[in-house]
């Protein structure tokens, strides 16, 4: 079955980078794109970006460039997020989440990555 | 980038009652191009619905989605207890994607 396993929770100062992994199983990881989809406390859901692991493109959310990176790593089939310069606006929930081949919709969610930015 | 704007915030209603969530976007939506999620605390968001009105792998028939263009809807039927959460739309047919603000489902 498809399975995004996300890494474990952390705490950051301000200023410092975090990088998640989203270690993915089920499916041919190629084939599909996934995006990263973060919820700051008492917020809604906001998207962060997108990477196509067969060729390695990106697109980030406008107020996220420059800060974010999405990379993937084909052999074990996992997708990674950095967010440097990291404030207390961006304590969330981080989420990778696999987009449907076909009809391009966000199927399957990782469990979440609480990121804790505080001093 | 198209806001999507869902409403009400919160709706308190009873087991058995009939609900329909609404989701208005600033822009025509490409394709009807929109999906339903639900979200409980603590867990990873739920697929209901996509392209506006096909039913997730899964998913009870109380729930469909209807709507194009810049109005869309989500419908329970009858709501069991394991509804009561909140429900997001998400737009993914103009980029950037993006969600609504949620609807909170609570128990009366």
């Known amino acids: 079955q498809v399975q995004l396993v996300q890494s474990g929770a952390e705490a950051k100062e301000p200023g410092a980078s975090v990088k998640l992994s989203c270690r993915t199983s089920g499916y041919t990881f190629p084939n599909f794109y996934v995006h990263w989809v973060r919820q700051a406390p008492g917020q809604g859901l906001q998207w962060m970006g997108v990477?196509?692991?067969?060729?390695?493109?990106?697109s980030y959310a406008r107020r996220f460039q420059g800060r974010v990176t999405v990379t993937g790593d084909t052999s074990t089939s996992t997708v990674y997020m950095e967010l440097s310069s990291l404030s207390s606006d961006d304590t969330a929930v981080y989420y990778c989440v696999r987009e449907d081949a076909l009809s391009y919709h966000l199927d399957y969610w990782g469990q979440g990555t609480l990121v804790t930015v505080s001093s | 980038e198209i806001v999507l704007t869902q409403s009400p915030g919160t709706l308190s209603l009873s087991p058995g009652e009939r609900v329909t969530l609404s989701c208005r976007a600033s822009?025509?939506?490409?394709?009807?191009?929109v999906a339903w999620y639900q979200h409980k605390r603590g867990q990873a968001p739920r697929l209901l619905m996509y392209g506006a009105s096909s039913r997730a792998t899964g998913v009870s028939d109380r729930f469909s989605g209807s709507g194009s263009g810049t109005d869309f809807t989500l419908t329970i039927s009858r709501l069991e207890p394991e509804d009561f959460a909140l429900y997001y739309c998400?737009?993914?047919?103009?980029?950037?994607?993006?969600f609504g603000q949620g609807t909170k489902v609570e128990i009366k």
């Open positions: 822009q025509s939506v490409s394709s009807s191009s």
């Open positions: 998400h737009q993914y047919g103009n980029s950037p994607r993006t």
């Open positions: 990477i196509n692991p067969s060729g390695s493109s990106t």
